[in-house]
């Protein structure tokens, strides 16, 4: 089993973070993906603890859309950025969470485009796997990803909550499919058809924590052992055992990131 995007170097686990380790090994998970944020030095200080604590811990470093506008001035500089923290950090993995988000809109849409377009630039460069962040972004997230040649490198679409055709696309261009604890949300009724047709070899799961704890732990702070919980929901939708889910995340992650 493996939490492939989890945010456990946030302050919300500094008090009780050999507990929430501890709950995860015992949950069976061999590996957790600790998405920082370049910009946050707490973060990433924090993250040398977490891997302390639990050395299977790989990391994702990136520039969120959210912080972009931090960088409206030299979109470029959100890729320096993140390039020096991952050369700080042996364990990164993975440059990401990076995108668009128009849901929240926090930065401008233009900065976003271009923090972006730089960061998988960086990716190209440094070879490695991105974690892609999109929200109500479709058409120019796709435009992106093909103008910067994003499927060079590949990576995943995390907490995936598009429909099938989005799936499609993101399935067609080589990329992963990262599902989080939305799967267990009743209503979901097209994400739980998505589940149904990811190839179990593109199949990526996720809690997201602290956000978006799945059923029935609801509204608390999400944990990464809670992904068995994502594991579940899948296994049932697609009429297989949550052994089978969770083994090809783990077999599709190692792939992926070579961690
Ligand atoms: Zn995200
Ligand atoms: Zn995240």
Same mark, same amino acid.
């Given at each position: 089993?493996?939490?492939?995007? !989890?945010?456990?170097?946030?302050? #919300?686990f ?9 709950? %995860? ?12 944020? %370049? ?6 200080? +924090? ?15 990136g520039?969120? &859309?959210? %912080? ?14 993140? *390039?020096?923290?991952?050369?700080? +950090?042996?364990l ?21 485009? +271009?923090?972006?377009?730089?960061q ?15 929200r ?11 103008? #910067? ?9 995390? !907490?995936?909550?598009?429909?099938? *055709? ?6 067609a261009i $080589? ?7 939305i799967?267990?949300? &009743? ?12 190839p ?14 799945? @059923? ?5 702070? /999400?944990?990464?052992?809670? @992904? ?10 697609? *009429?297989t055992?949550?052994?089978?889910? $969770?083994?090809?995340? +783990?077999? /599709?992650? @190692?792939?992926?990131? /070579?961690?």
């Amino acid at each position: 089993m493996i939490d492939a995007h !989890c945010h456990i170097a946030g302050p #919300e686990f500094a008090d009780d973070l050999d507990a929430v380790v501890e709950r %995860a090994r015992d949950a069976g998970l061999a590996h957790a993906f600790v998405i920082l944020a %370049a910009d946050d030095e707490p973060e990433l200080a +924090q993250a040398r603890r977490v891997a302390e604590r639990w050395p299977d811990v790989r990391f994702s470093i990136g520039v969120h &859309p959210h %912080a972009a506008g931090k960088f409206a001035d030299d979109p470029a500089s959100a890729a320096r950025e993140a *390039d020096s923290k991952i050369a700080d +950090q042996p364990l990164t993995r993975g440059l990401g969470e990076i995108g668009l988000d128009y849901y929240y809109d926090h930065a401008p849409r233009d900065v976003q485009q +271009q923090v972006f377009r730089e960061q998988i630039r960086l990716a190209r460069r440094r070879r490695l796997p991105i974690v892609i962040h999109t929200r109500d972004a479709e058409a120019d997230t796709f435009r992106i990803l093909a103008e #910067e040649s994003a499927s060079e490198v590949g990576g995943v679409f995390h !907490c995936f909550t598009g429909d099938r *055709d989005m799936a499609r696309r993101a399935l067609a261009i $080589g990329f992963h499919i990262s599902l989080a604890g939305i799967v267990t949300f &009743p209503r979901a009724l097209e994400l739980r058809e998505v589940a149904r047709i990811v190839p179990l070899d593109r199949l990526l799961i996720e809690t997201d924590s602290p956000f978006l704890a799945p @059923v029935p732990h609801r509204g608390k702070r /999400n944990e990464p052992a809670h @992904v068995v919980r994502v594991a579940e929901a899948i296994a049932r939708l697609r *009429d297989t055992t949550v052994e089978t889910i $969770g083994q090809a995340a +783990q077999e /599709n992650f @190692v792939r992926l990131f /070579n961690p």
